[in-house]
């Protein structure tokens, strides 16, 4: 969000998923498509059925990385050197967009004169990746007319989080492929209604439609309209509500389809923070880790008990129907909302959720012409939709950038937090897994996901397999600075020597007990794709 | 004509409203989103009967739910274990509007769950069940029945089949409930004269060259039994396999299921039988972990064999049915059409 934000104005996917398809050249950097993002993945093979090259940029060789021209398996955390590189030898080799830098962009002196104190060969002994890897990789996209970058988790869980998208964005720029249909800059989104979240200011300094709290003509706004006073400064941020220990900034909570005792990192602080609150109340449809602990547990509805929108990856916001009502003494979110709002003094009396997206459409501009009568019936609309007779924009940036001029942040070097040393000698990656979702809340209920993966493997490099003197099956002890896990061992040379690599879905094996909390200073996004371990069979 | 018949449009919502007298009905049904599905009709008033689309589902979870519970158990001292098989009550019931791929589809299921070893759960909900088929006129987009050779057209295994010849349904039976439903509602049926029976081969002729699927199955079920399929086939076809299982869900033949019980409490449990699909890793997965089938390279090898290869070996007929139902449900572009023309040489 923060990266695309300062660069480009607009913190989203800048195509529809189907451009992907027409696109020459993709570039995928920390992204695990085929398993995490399955439909833009098939939008990938489809567009290698037509000829376009790919490109992939992960550590681990994953089903991406074997069907990729190129795969270039840098060491975790080193993406800035290595899309700087890219970016030197685009300039090197006179493949950037002399013209579009030009109209379209600024500061781009800023980014020259960076990459000229380059060195290459410094960056090839940083990364772990031969240079002529590299400068393939770099030719094939500065050259494409057409090229799209998508990139996912792997790129923002860093604590350089922010820079790893500002390099993204740099290269995007440089070489022209934004702007235009079939090209673009494409953050996946990690849940069907994460953008949604977003898009209606579930972050701590906007309002609905990215309209921040601390600017008053949008905070009156929102008083007139909602006949209350608003705060004028941004609020917490979610490591510092789930992390804040003891004497932490919070009394009480209200957590709705969160798992934080499982997806927040270095969970014994999330414990410990969720035990001291003076009253902690969780919505969710089972009783999770979470709402375990709280003193109230409110059951909510699923997807199939409620109508509303959801928004995707591509600003695409469609409808969802209710198919039956709520079981049970459940009751939707809105609905949840609403009561305990009317119970605390504020009446909240929407007759039906079209109501509440009137509303959302009068005063989110991007959402402007959004109802849900215009939603039915099709496919949905794509963000910014300015009023009812706006199509909706599939693909961002046409003219001019959000923020007018593409900016481009010069991003540089800022090592993981934690690497491996002598105590912890193994560097740990945590991702996801194609058929548990998240903390496993609603898939581990499925007796045939669980069939298919249902307990945590840690992947590890057959050498290191044989000196640690252990086989795939075979329990390892599993510990950090933070915590001690036991997991499963699976031997693979899909992971290097050095790396091991597992998930977060599973509560026997919480993964999060040994992962950082170390985050980008930016977002605040934590870094779970980086910490130590060391490994030992049990 | 001597047993076939003319049943006026006008009079088939009247012959309906009879024949629910006695029978469950099930037919293709518009919901309020636009979708057309096989439901069973509560009341006949206020549905929208959709002959026109293609029903999304078929009959397969009619005669074998995604999940039934096979039996619950109960075990209240350690060493004794009661169990007990809920039958559930089974009216006659009546399919109506069922399209030739889809009857053939139950026909192969029959075969299926009584040939070596009789279902019975199969079988009960299978029994007293009236088949009245309809002939598709206008194949869909995706379908390709005649390279199964089970269709447009049909003529055996129903109860009742219609044809539509514009204002009115040429009716033929094959088994004696649809001859004792002729006989027992005459007053809906009248004597087919020869123009009805032209009307009806025209029809046939002009749906023959409706298709706009063009696929060569007996070639690609020759390269098949030949071991003429190239490598890269199954392993590009399995690479973008997404694991989702739809094509074997939504499949009218595909009949693998898998078993597990299920804790319903201390002392107590059930019996699950519920769909599975041969493109799971789990379907093939042992002990330890050993896998004999390489999902990434070999996952959808088992079910394209299956289809055009081990049945056409056993029975002599593909059990694929033409429906086309997976080419739409497919996430990665792995459907059965894709295979048949890859296997075929041609260019997808």
């Keep these: 969000m923060a990266g695309l934000a300062t660069t480009f104005g607009s913190g989203a996917m800048t195509n529809s998923i189907n451009e992907i398809e027409n696109a020459q050249v993709m570039l995928v950097i920390g992204s695990n498509t085929s398993e995490a993002h399955p439909q833009v993945a098939r939008r990938i093979f489809a567009a290698m059925d037509r000829g376009a090259r790919l490109i992939v940029v992960d550590p681990r060789r994953t089903l991406m990385a074997k069907r990729a021209d190129i795969h270039l398996a840098l060491r975790p955390g080193t993406d800035i050197p290595l899309l700087n590189a890219m970016m030197r030898i685009i300039l090197d080799d006179n493949l950037a967009d002399d013209l579009f830098i030009e109209m379209r962009t600024e500061n781009f002196y800023g980014l020259r004169d960076m990459l000229f104190r380059i060195d290459l060969d410094e960056t090839a002994r940083i990364t772990g990746v031969e240079l002529a890897g590299i400068r393939a990789a770099a030719r094939l996209y500065g050259r494409a007319q057409k090229a799209v970058i998508c990139y996912c988790l792997g790129i923002t869980q860093h604590v350089c989080g922010t820079g790893n998208v500002q390099a993204i964005a740099n290269l995007a720029m440089l070489t022209g492929n934004v702007e235009k249909e079939d090209t673009g800059v494409d953050p996946l989104r990690g849940q069907n209604n994460v953008q949604g979240a977003c898009d209606m200011g579930a972050l701590p300094n906007v309002f609905p439609s990215y309209q921040q709290v601390d600017i008053d003509d949008f905070r009156e706004k929102f008083e007139r309209a909602w006949h209350v006073p608003l705060p004028s400064q941004p609020g917490l941020t979610l490591m510092e509500m789930t992390h804040g220990g003891k004497d932490g900034p919070l009394k009480a909570m209200f957590i709705m389809g969160e798992n934080p005792m499982l997806s927040d990192p270095v969970i014994a602080r999330v414990r410990e923070t969720l035990d001291n609150l003076e009253f902690l109340l969780v919505a969710d449809i089972f009783l999770t880790e979470t709402a375990a602990r709280a003193h109230v547990v409110l059951p909510a509805a699923s997807f199939a008990e409620k109508t509303g929108t959801f928004t995707n990856s591509e600003r695409r916001v469609q409808m969802v129907r209710r198919v039956i009502p709520p079981l049970g003494q459940s009751r939707t979110d809105a609905d949840i909302i609403m009561e305990l709002s009317g119970r605390l003094g504020y009446a909240m009396d929407y007759e039906s959720p079209a109501e509440i997206m009137e509303e959302i459409a009068m005063l989110a501009p991007i959402y402007g012409g959004m109802q849900h009568d215009r939603l039915e019936n099709s496919w949905g609309l794509q963000w910014p939709c300015w009023d009812r007779s706006h199509p909706g924009t599939p693909f961002l940036h046409k003219y001019y950038f959000t923020r007018g001029k593409g900016r481009f942040v010069p991003a540089e070097y800022k090592p993981p937090d934690e690497l491996p040393d002598d105590d912890y000698p193994f560097l740990l990656i945590t991702g996801r897994i194609y058929h548990q979702y998240h903390t496993g809340t609603m898939t581990r209920r499925s007796a045939q996901l669980c069939r298919e993966a249902g307990e945590a493997l840690l992947q590890l490099h057959p050498e290191d397999g044989r000196r640690l003197g252990v086989r795939s099956g075979d329990l390892v002890r599993m510990r950090s600075r933070r915590g001690e896990v036991q997991v499963k061992a699976q031997l693979t040379d899909a992971v290097q020597a050095g790396e091991v690599y597992t998930t977060f879905h599973f509560s026997e094996m919480p993964i999060n007990l040994l992962t950082s909390s170390a985050r980008d200073h930016f977002s605040q996004c934590p870094e779970y794709k980086i910490c130590a371990v060391h490994l030992a069979k049990v | ?348």
């Design chain 2, 1 to 348: 004509m001597k047993d076939k018949y003319i049943l006026k449009k006008d009079h088939l919502l009247p012959l309906l409203r009879k024949l629910k007298k006695k029978h469950r009905l099930i037919a293709p049904l518009q919901n309020l989103h636009g979708d057309t599905l096989f439901t069973e009709i509560d009341q006949l008033d206020n549905v929208r009967l959709d002959l026109a689309n293609q029903p999304q589902n078929s009959l397969k979870r009619f005669f074998f739910p995604q999940q039934e519970v096979l039996f619950t158990y109960r075990n209240p001292t350690s060493d004794s274990y009661r169990f007990e098989t809920a039958a559930e009550e089974r009216p006659p019931s009546l399919y109506f509007g069922v399209r030739p791929c889809d009857l053939s589809a139950v026909l192969y299921m029959d075969v299926v769950f009584s040939k070596n070893a009789r279902d019975p759960h199969y079988l009960h909900r299978r029994q007293n069940t009236i088949l009245v088929g309809l002939n598709c006129n206008a194949p869909f987009a995706n379908c390709f029945c005649n390279a199964t050779r089970n269709g447009p057209f049909i003529d055996f295994g129903f109860d009742l089949q219609l044809t539509d010849l514009g204002d009115r349904f040429l009716v033929e039976f094959d088994r004696s409930q649809g001859q004792e439903i002729i006989r027992e509602w005459q007053q809906f049926f009248a004597a087919a004269d020869e123009t009805d029976v032209k009307a009806q081969y025209q029809a046939f002729l002009e749906a023959r060259g409706r298709f706009s699927q063009q696929v060569h199955l007996d070639l690609a079920a020759r390269r098949l039994a030949d071991d003429q399929v190239p490598e890269s086939v199954w392993q590009d076809l399995s690479m973008r396999c997404q694991d989702c299982g739809g094509c074997a869900y939504i499949c009218p033949t595909c009949t693998c299921f898998t078993i597990r019980d299920r804790q319903t409490g201390d002392h107590e449990g059930e019996r699950i039988r519920s769909w599975d699909a041969c493109t799971f890793s789990g379907f093939t997965r042992m002990a330890g972990d050993h896998n004999p089938v390489d999902r990434q390279m070999r996952g959808i090898e088992k079910r394209f064999r299956h289809k055009l290869q081990f049945d056409m070996e056993k029975d002599n007929r593909p059990s694929c049915v033409g429906c086309g139902r997976c080419v739409n449900i497919c996430f990665g572009g792995t459907d059965i059409v894709l295979f048949i023309k890859m296997t075929c040489g041609e260019n997808p």
